[in-house]
């Protein structure tokens, strides 16, 4: 019973914002939130609830077994306006250097957020937790959770007052920036490094998960796919059920060369075998 409350909370809060903006603006200007309303329900809400209900539609980014690739497309758009956002105040702020050298820090940043607490509570290596989902979730909240911290610090920006509160004084981020102490510059350091670290590991194993696997189980080398995985393992725990996937192709990859030999021996022997007779199979 808890879906449809929920849902139908969910449409009474919609029809209720829409009738409180109504009163203080047109139609026309309130497009914008319209579309942002409309994108939040197709990417979350429509879904689910078709599911719910059992209705299928025959429109691809609202079948449900094709979640995940949509969700990718979804996190890059959302990923893409919250680059936009930040970049604007980043770039009227006093130590703005260049587009390269901010996107690169938040690239170094964000791969640190998702890879450097794997590794750390990984099973297999120094954590202690039961298995890989159970991390991958918790990993996930804990990135969430600073994600709407953020969400409430962008939007306040829009207000002056708040804004000055949130955002230092120029004079003073810049006298900050060009004389830090040194236990400032070493803390510094070691941020970057550490997310640097975090970045060559994400990378490390996207190469290998997402590259250097797939294309080694295509191939048919089944020996180098193992040896992707146990160099994955160095990082990230792999779970039984990669392992599992290598040794059913393997196996299906034996039986398809067993069948296509018996085919070439069946060949082969047919032009030979007694008149009235049929060959073996």
């Known amino acids: 019973m808890a879906f449809p409350l929920l849902l139908a909370s969910y449409g009474a809060t919609l029809l209720s914002l829409a009738s409180l903006l109504l009163r203080r603006s047109s139609l026309r200007d309130l ?14 809400s429509i879904p689910v609830a078709l599911r719910y209900w059992r209705v299928s539609v025959g429109i691809d980014p609202l079948r449900w077994e094709l ?31 260049s587009y390269s050298n901010y996107l690169g820090k938040t690239l170094l940043a964000g791969a640190a957020i998702w ?4 590794v750390l509570c990984d099973p297999n290596q120094v954590g202690m937790l039961p298995n890989s989902s159970a991390l ?4 996930a909240s804990a990135v969430n959770i600073h994600h709407f911290v953020l969400d409430g610090a962008i939007w306040k920006l829009r207000h002056s ?3 000055n509160i949130l ?12 004389s830090p102490d040194s236990f400032q510059r070493w803390q510094r350091r070691a941020v970057w490094t550490l997310a640097s670290l975090g970045c060559a590991l994400a990378i490390f194993k996207y190469a290998h998960q997402d590259v250097l696997f797939p294309r080694a189980v295509l191939r048919g080398d089944f020996a180098k796919a193992s040896a992707v995985l146990e160099r994955l393992n160095w990082i990230s725990h792999v ?14 990859r034996a039986r398809q060369l067993e069948a296509q030999r018996r085919r070439r021996e069946h060949s082969t022997a047919e032009p030979n075998s007694p008149p009235g007779l049929e060959p073996s199979p």
Do not use: C, K
Not at 115 to 118: D, K
Not at 239 to 252: K, L, N, P
């Open 31 to 44: 497009a914008p939130t319209a579309v942002m309303i409309l994108s939040q329900a197709l990417w979350f």
């Open 67 to 97: 979640r995940d690739y949509y969700f990718f497309w979804i996190a890059l758009g959302h990923a893409t306006q919250y680059l936009w956002v930040t970049t604007y105040y980043a770039r009227r702020s006093q130590g703005w250097r």
């Open 115 to 118: 890879t450097l607490p794997v």
């Open 136 to 139: 991958a979730l918790l990993v």
């Open 161 to 163: 007052r708040i804004a």
């Open 167 to 178: 955002i230092r004084p120029a004079e003073a981020d810049t006298n900050e920036r060009l």
């Open 239 to 252: 779970s039984d059920e990669a392992r599992v996937s290598v040794a059913r192709a393997e196996r299906q």
